[in-house]
């Protein structure tokens, strides 16, 4: 276990000393979600309406940008063989590096949505939903791109390769995310998407760091 | 048993697999010129034409025989893979690879032939009905497939990641066929029901079976030359491929 | 047997386009599959024997 938590600490720290790195996914975010509005029309109603849609693709690609450095740096300087090595399992190691992805990528999305969620003139309610959908969904989108990251270490086009592997396979939460809000907005009650969400993280969490280091090991050979 | 299974690991080297693959290729050309003959046959002279599509429901005669492929090559592509993975025979690997681009034709297939479909009977090329969304994600999943495969240089490492992404792909498309079915049910936007398609009568079930066994020779036919390129191509520095072709 | 004429089967009641895209598509893209596998098949195939012909050469001129 501490090697876990010193890894997530490592990976914060070294993400603090190349701040513009986090800050990027974090401005492409807002930026992405404030072009829609430019280029559909700024009447309420649409935007209400499509405002989930868009949120979870914008978070969607955002978390996206930051994946290829997940374990790119790592990877070229050695420090992956090396962990590789380690006594500490490599598993638990991996574990620790997705959840500093998640923390630096995914959960600076969580605590922004609700403020560019008032662009479309959603209300508290709706906003406290998008949140709680997105605290479910970011790590679950951090959990499987992983994998692509593992799998596309050191490879040519890795980052378009990346999203080629990646996208289809965040199709499930996307519709589940953004269809807690949608269903909330209609009045019918986010439980059972954000249940369905809840249980995906779940199969995630347990699967995930496993298949990704499957995917470094073979990266590694 | 302990001798079959030795024979069953044999064929696991591409050396030995090579022959006994040209051998069953021509067979398997056969087998589906003659269940597409007959399937054909079916199809369109002795189904009746439907009483609601009239004749445009032929198109279902392809349609659903190039679905269930594209879905059934992907699950075998991830048995070989899985294999490949557990057991590292390498010929599983070279399956594989070799299933990928044909299970993207048959999934191109569906959706191409599922487009013709909509057109004449719902009044549009594309719906985003659950099953043509999955479809269509099916397809996405065959392509990343394949590009990480093209991507990677050392086909050992190509084939070692290969698997894990079918596998994770598989694990995946349950999941993904859900939701899609879930959100297409929470949109009741574009209602439009696939299940009120004809009626089958018993011809149209049997032509239906006929060109999906056709199209399952096809597609093993197909893999296996396929294969026996991908073997020539990798161990084309070894001795026994030297004297394999003459 | 539903059809009186060749032009009436042609025309399948007025879905000729639907349905001859259809076919015809599974029909064109399922031999060019399979021609283009061989290709590459007796692309390796000659490739090969073109390597080993040079050899063959080369250990001729080295004998003589």
């Given amino acids: 276990m501490n090697a876990f938590l010193a890894t997530v600490r490592r990976d914060l720290l070294l993400a603090l000393r190349r701040k513009s790195e986090v800050l990027t996914a974090v401005f492409f975010f807002v930026i992405v979600t404030s072009l829609f509005p430019l280029g559909i029309g700024p009447e309420p109603g649409l935007l209400k309406k499509i405002a989930p849609g868009i949120l979870w693709v914008a978070a969607l690609l955002a978390t996206l940008l930051g994946l290829p450095r997940l374990f790119a740096a790592d990877h070229s300087d050695g420090t992956l063989e090396q962990m590789a090595l380690s006594p500490s399992p490599l598993g638990l190691l991996v574990a620790g590096k997705i959840l500093a992805h998640w923390l630096l990528c995914g959960l600076p999305l969580v605590l922004l949505a609700p403020v560019l969620g008032l662009q479309f003139d959603l209300d508290a309610s709706t906003l406290g939903i998008l949140t709680l959908a997105l605290l479910l969904g970011t790590p679950l989108l951090s959990l499987i791109g992983a994998i692509g990251a593992a799998l596309t270490l050191g490879l040519r086009g890795g980052g378009v390769l990346l999203a080629l592997l990646v996208l289809p396979l965040y199709i499930p939460a996307l519709i589940f995310g953004a269809g807690a809000v949608e269903a909330h907005i209609a009045g019918l009650g986010a439980g059972g998407h954000l249940s369905l969400l809840a249980a995906m993280l779940a199969l995630a969490v347990f699967f995930a760091p496993w298949a990704t280091t499957a995917a470094v090991r073979i990266a590694l050979e | ?246 | 047997m539903q059809w009186n004429s060749v032009g009436e089967f042609f025309a399948m009641g007025g879905y000729a386009f639907y349905v001859w895209g259809s076919f015809g598509a599974c029909v064109l893209l399922m031999f060019t599959e399979p021609f283009l596998a061989r290709r590459r098949l007796s692309e390796v195939r000659k490739s090969l024997i073109r390597e080993r012909l040079a050899d063959e050469l080369e250990l001729q001129q080295k004998t003589q």
């Fill in chain 2, 1 to 246: 048993m302990r001798q079959s299974i030795i024979q069953w690991f044999r064929f696991g080297s591409p050396q030995s697999f090579y022959p006994l693959a040209g051998r069953m290729i021509p067979w398997f050309w056969a087998a589906a010129a003659a269940f597409g003959i007959a399937g054909l046959w079916l199809s369109f002279f002795v189904a009746p034409t439907d009483a609601q599509q009239g004749e445009g429901y032929r198109i279902i005669f392809v349609h659903v025989p190039a679905s269930w492929m594209s879905m059934f090559i992907y699950l075998v592509m991830a048995f070989w893979a899985g294999l490949g993975l557990a057991l590292n025979t390498r010929v599983s690997g070279m399956m594989a690879q070799a299933l990928a681009p044909t299970g993207a034709l048959m999934a191109a297939l569906s959706l191409w032939t599922g487009a013709l479909w909509g057109k004449p009977m719902w009044g549009a090329w594309w719906v985003w009905d659950a099953r043509l969304t999955s479809e269509l994600i099916l397809f996405f999943l065959y392509l990343g497939f394949m590009a990480l495969q093209a991507a990677i240089d050392d086909p050992r490492r190509a084939d070692k990641a290969g698997a894990i992404l079918a596998l994770v792909g598989v694990v995946n498309i349950p999941i993904i066929y859900f939701s899609v079915k879930w959100w297409n049910t929470l949109h009741q936007g574009s209602t439009i029901n696939m299940n009120k398609a004809p009626s089958m009568a018993h011809t149209m079930l049997w032509g239906m079976l006929l060109m999906a066994l056709c199209f399952w020779m096809y597609t093993i036919a197909v893999a296996l030359v396929r294969v026996r390129a991908i073997i020539l191509e990798r161990e084309r520095h070894t001795d026994w491929v030297k004297h394999a072709v003459e």
